[in-house]
C-alpha cells in the first residue's frame, strides 16, 4: 500500500484556503487508514495548525511521536486516564458534568496547570455531545470548575448532522443550535476562545459554520463528502500476480462457484483479499488494472486472494503488479469505485484497507515537496 503525501498536502491547501480561522486536521482511524503521524505531519506543514482525534490513545501516540501541535481528543469513557492527557498537554472535550468531574479531578488540587477542554454540544446527531437539556448545567459547572482553576473552557464544539448534503440551507438547524449553546455558555460567564463546528463537506459548501476552527478528515485524504470539489485520493493498493493459468469454458472459479467461464481464458490469482479490507460485496462488479487495462475480478472475493479473468492469449505474467485500488490517475479503480461496487462509503474502504494485516499493509509513504502554493 502506498500514501501519496503530496496529495494529502495539497487537499490540505485547497481546505485551509476556504477558511480564515484555524484548521485542525483529524486523524483519528488510523489517519483514516492512511497513518495518522504522516497525515497529521503533512497537514501541520500544509495549512493545519490543530490536530483532532476520538481516543485519548490517538492524541498520545501523536505526542508520542513528537507532534507538539495543539490535539483534541473528543470522545472517551468518563474512566479514561484524562491525567495522562492532561500531563501531555491534550485538549479534551467534556459531553457531560460527569466527564467534567473526572477531568477536573486528573487535573489535581489547583496548583498544577488546569485542564484545556472544550464543551461539546450535540447539535443535532442525537449521538455524542452533550443533550441540550445538559448544556446549561454543563456550562455552569464548567465555569465553577474553571473558579476553581482545575480546568479552562478554550473551546466549544458541535457537529452537523446534514453537512454532506451540500450548502448551507441543510445545516440550519445545527448553526442555529451551536449560536445558542455558544449564547449560554456566555451567560455563564464563559469565553470559549476555539469555536468550532463544520468538518470536510461544511468547510467546503457552508462558510457561516466556520466559526474559528474547522476540523477537517474526509477531506485531507480526498474525500469530499458533500461531492463539491475535487480532491485527490492518496492511496495506492497493489499485489503481485502469484499465478496465471489457462482454464476452459465451464471452469467454476472460487467458493460456490459464483462465476463460471463462458469461454476459454486466463485467469491470475491475486494475494490480496477482505481481510486486507477489499470489501466482499463488491463481488461480481469490481476490477483491477492489470497490463495496462481493466479486467474483471471473478466469482467470490475470497479473505486473502481474489482471481481475475484476463481473457485467452493475455500476456500478463506471474509476478506482474496490478493496482487493486488506485489515486485516479493511471486507469485504475479507485476507492470511491470500490466504494460504489460494494454499496458502502469510501470512508468504509479507506480505513478497512488501513488496518490490513502488516502483510499488505506496510506502507510506503512518499515525500512532499512543501511548495507553498
Ligand atoms: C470525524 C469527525 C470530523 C471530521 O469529519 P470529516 O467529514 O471526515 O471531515 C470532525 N468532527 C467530528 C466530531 C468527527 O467525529
Not at 482545575?150 to 438547524?173: F, S, W
Not at 476540523?215 to 492518496?234: E, F, N, Q
Not at 481474489?306 to 493475455?314: A, E, F, K
Request: hydrophobic content about 45%; aromatic content about 4%; overall charge neutral.
Amino acid at each position: 500500500m502506498r500514501v501519496d503525501l503530496d496529495s494529502v498536502a495539497a487537499n490540505c491547501r485547497v481546505l485551509a484556503a476556504q477558511v480564515r480561522g484555524d484548521l485542525m486536521a483529524v486523524v483519528k482511524a488510523d489517519g483514516f487508514g492512511h497513518g495518522a503521524v504522516d497525515v497529521a505531519r503533512t497537514a501541520l506543514a500544509s495549512g493545519a495548525t490543530w490536530l483532532g482525534v476520538t481516543a485519548l490513545s490517538e492524541a498520545l501516540t501523536l505526542r508520542d511521536a513528537g507532534l507538539r501541535a495543539p490535539v483534541l481528543s473528543w470522545l472517551n469513557p468518563v474512566g479514561a486516564d484524562f491525567g495522562a492527557g492532561v500531563r501531555a498537554g491534550v485538549d479534551l472535550a467534556v459531553p457531560s458534568v460527569a466527564h467534567l468531574a473526572a477531568v477536573a479531578g486528573a487535573a489535581g488540587d489547583g496548583r498544577s496547570a488546569p485542564a484545556r477542554v472544550h464543551l461539546h454540544l450535540d447539535t443535532g446527531l442525537a449521538r455524542d455531545g452533550a443533550a441540550p437539556e445538559e448544556w446549561p448545567a454543563l456550562c455552569r459547572a464548567a465555569r465553577s470548575a474553571e473558579l476553581d482553576g482545575r480546568v479552562q473552557v478554550v473551546g466549544v464544539m458541535g457537529h452537523l448532522a446534514l453537512a454532506d448534503l451540500g450548502g448551507p440551507a441543510p445545516n440550519a438547524a445545527g448553526r442555529a443550535a451551536f449560536d445558542h449553546g455558544l449564547d449560554v455558555a456566555r451567560a455563564a460567564g464563559l469565553r470559549p476562545r476555539h469555536r468550532h463546528l463544520a468538518a470536510t463537506a461544511a468547510t467546503l459548501t457552508d462558510p457561516a459554520a466556520h466559526h474559528t476552527m474547522v476540523r477537517v478528515g474526509a477531506g485531507l485524504v480526498g474525500i469530499d463528502p458533500s461531492g463539491s470539489t475535487a480532491l485527490h485520493p492518496a492511496l495506492t493498493l497493489t499485489a503481485p500476480v502469484v499465478s496465471v493459468r489457462q482454464v476452459p469454458a465451464g471452469t467454476g472459479v472460487g467458493y460456490g462457484h459464483a462465476w463460471t467461464s463462458s469461454r476459454a481464458t486466463t485467469l491470475a490469482l491475486l494475494p490480496v483479499g477482505y481481510a486486507d479490507g477489499l470489501p466482499r460485496a463488491a463481488t461480481g462488479r469490481s476490477e483491477v488494472l492489470l497490463g495496462g487495462r481493466r479486467h474483471p475480478v471473478v466469482g467470490r472475493i475470497s479473505m486473502d486472494q481474489l482471481v481475475v479473468d484476463l481473457g485467452p492469449g493475455s500476456p500478463v505474467r506471474p509476478g506482474d503488479t496490478a493496482t487493486v485500488v488506485g489515486t485516479g490517475d493511471d486507469g485504475a479503480p479507485t476507492a470511491a469505485e470500490w466504494a460504489r461496487w460494494a454499496q458502502a462509503l469510501e470512508h468504509e474502504v479507506v480505513t478497512g484497507l488501513g488496518s490490513a494485516p502488516p502483510r499488505v499493509r506496510r506502507r510506503v509513504t512518499t515525500h512532499p515537496t512543501w511548495s507553498p502554493s
